[in-house]
């Protein structure tokens, strides 16, 4: 059995819930990535990584490309936090972005809908959340909003499918 553990970057806490959730289904260890070295994960044979996505990019992807890259050895799973419904091929779009031809890409990729949280957003990304919200109401002709109200879709029903791939590669 490959030994496992969870991984996440979280600004606002929906990437971190959805790790703790996996983590939990599988008994394994998680932590944030922050301060984690490459050669911390060397008892570990499966690795999952979790970020929220940020204007189209997965936070810390760079990082876990780069560790991918050292260690392919490890079995490498991502998954990524967005608003976004994970309808008309989001979660392949945030894949191709964020994972290029010719990139290290992990064993496998998820994408879960999570939702926005205001309330935990830094001021910096609170302003840029106003500036798009009150670029695309201009876009499509409706009066600014400037609305920012959370909301929270996050499911554990969502993460089946990773905890199903997990375990049969763990083996
Ligand atoms: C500045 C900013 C940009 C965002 N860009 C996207 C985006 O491009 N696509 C998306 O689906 N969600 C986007 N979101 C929503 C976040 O991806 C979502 O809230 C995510 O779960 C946050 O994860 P975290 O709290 O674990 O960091 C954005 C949120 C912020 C604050």
């Known amino acids: 059995m490959k030994k496992i553990i969870v991984l996440y970057r979280s600004k606002t806490?929906?990437?971190?819930?959805?790790?703790?959730?996996?983590?939990?289904d599988?008994?394994?260890?998680?932590?944030p990535i922050k301060g984690i070295k490459l050669d911390d994960l060397k008892e570990y044979g499966l690795v999952i990584?979790?970020?929220?996505?940020?204007?189209?990019?997965?936070?810390?992807a760079g990082k876990i490309k780069n560790?991918?890259?050292k260690s392919p050895e490890k079995t490498w799973v991502v998954f990524a936090t967005g608003a976004t419904p994970p309808?008309?091929?989001?979660?392949?779009?945030i894949f191709k972005t964020n994972?290029?031809?010719?990139?290290n890409r992990p064993a496998h990729f998820y994408y879960f809908l999570s939702g926005i949280n205001y309330e935990k957003m830094g001021f910096f990304n609170r302003i840029l959340m106003k500036f798009f919200s009150g670029m695309s109401a201009r876009k499509n002709g409706t009066t600014q909003s400037t609305s920012q109200i959370?909301?929270?879709l996050a499911n554990r029903e969502y993460i089946?499918?990773?905890?199903?791939y997990v375990r049969l590669k763990a083996r």
């Open 13 to 24: 806490g929906f990437s971190k819930r959805y790790a703790e959730w996996i983590a939990e």
């Open 150 to 152: 959370s909301i929270d």
């Open 49 to 60: 990584y979790g970020a929220g996505v940020y204007a189209g990019m997965i936070a810390g």
């Open 99 to 103: 994972f290029r031809k010719g990139e």
């Open 160 to 164: 089946k499918d990773l905890l199903g």
């Open 87 to 93: 309808k008309a091929g989001y979660e392949e779009l």
């Open 67 to 69: 560790w991918m890259e």
């Open 26 to 31: 599988l008994a394994s260890e998680c932590r």
